[in-house]
């Protein structure tokens, strides 16, 4: 069993920038792919972005391709997404979440394990 804690959410301007953290123990990351999702107020729970094992295959959603980039760093058993350029409507609670296989996928359901979230909200 896996346990995944994200942390590094907070409270930014429009413009801003945030660096999201998801530490995990219990297992190692290595072998696994890795996501980042996203859920706002009333409205379900959505991909951002996510990363195979090696980190050389990476998915995106479109609004936040340019600006979000997904990383990860397997020595320290942590994923990392850093936010640039926010925008109000990326406010939502982030969810770091890790599935059973190397690749990346953007497909929720195929998603094991998820930490309890982190709050980013983005003022206008």
């Known amino acids: 069993q896996v346990q995944l804690v994200e942390s590094g959410g907070g409270l930014v301007q429009a413009g801003g920038s945030l660096r999201l953290s998801c530490a995990a123990s219990?297992?190692?990351?290595?072998?696994?792919?890795m996501g980042w999702f996203r859920q706002a107020p009333g409205k379900e729970r959505e991909f951002v972005a996510a990363?195979?094992?090696?980190?050389?295959?990476?998915y995106y959603i479109d609004s936040v391709k340019g600006r979000f980039t997904i990383s990860r760093d397997n020595a320290k058993n942590t994923v990392y997404l850093q936010m640039n350029s926010l925008k109000p409507e990326d406010t939502a609670v982030y969810y770091c979440?890790?599935?059973?296989?190397?690749?990346?996928?953007?497909?929720?359901?195929?998603?094991?394990?998820w930490g309890q979230g982190t709050q980013v909200t983005v003022s206008s």
């Open positions: 979440a890790t599935h059973l296989s190397p690749g990346a996928t953007t497909l929720t359901n195929e998603y094991d394990y």
């Open positions: 219990g297992r190692t990351i290595i072998g696994y792919g």
């Open positions: 990363i195979s094992w090696t980190g050389d295959s990476t």
